[in-house]
């Protein structure tokens, strides 16, 4: 009896972390359930509550840096950091493993960072209206990804990894400049999305 009861006592203070209130494991929410929570718009009051903020809207907020303290929100699902001025987004972004939704658009980001592929549970994906002039290769490794919206941008090269998002259903290109090589060489690698493209360009472009 002595021994179960040391074998217990082990137990307990092995897991002793996991038995505070603080010790709380993310949940995937469909999109009905995600909707249902409220959206933080104040990141200070975000702050108070960590642990249950799943949506959070830091539009119009003129960051010029990528708030770091974000990354203390584990369940966070949904993340908006459109029209700031932002110039580029932490490699760290990429431990937020439970987003799905991810607006960057209206900033001023010219590369999105390698981590990105790290968010495979991300199904929407905004970075229209940027100075984006490449894409990562990681981004292929964005297995759930539905939505990808790059209107208007600077970009000339696209990864053959793009192939790899086989649940793509809906791109947007419009806006950059691209051949008819170009977009056809877009459209054979993703042959299932339907995919918005600006009117052909007579212009010599990366492919």
Partial sequence: MKCLQKIFLLFLLLTADCLLPTCVS???????????????????EALQNPDKVYRLDLRRNKLKIFPLDILKFKNLQELDLSKNNLKELPEKIGTLTNL????????????????IGELKNLKKLVGSR???????????????????DLWENELSTFPDELSKLKKLRWMDLRVILLNDEDQERIR??????????SPSCKCVTGG
């Fill in 188 to 197: 054979k690698l993703l042959p299932d999305a339907k995919i918005f493209f």
């Fill in 100 to 115: 799905q939704v991810l607006n960057v658009s209206g900033n001023k980001l010219q590369y999105l960072p390698d981590s």
């Fill in 26 to 44: 993310a949940q995937l929410l469909d999109t009905a359930s995600l909707l249902a929570y409220p959206i933080y718009d104040n990141l200070q």
């Fill in 130 to 148: 940027n100075s984006l002039i490449a894409l990562p290769k990681r981004i292929g490794d964005l297995h759930n990804l539905e939505i990808l």
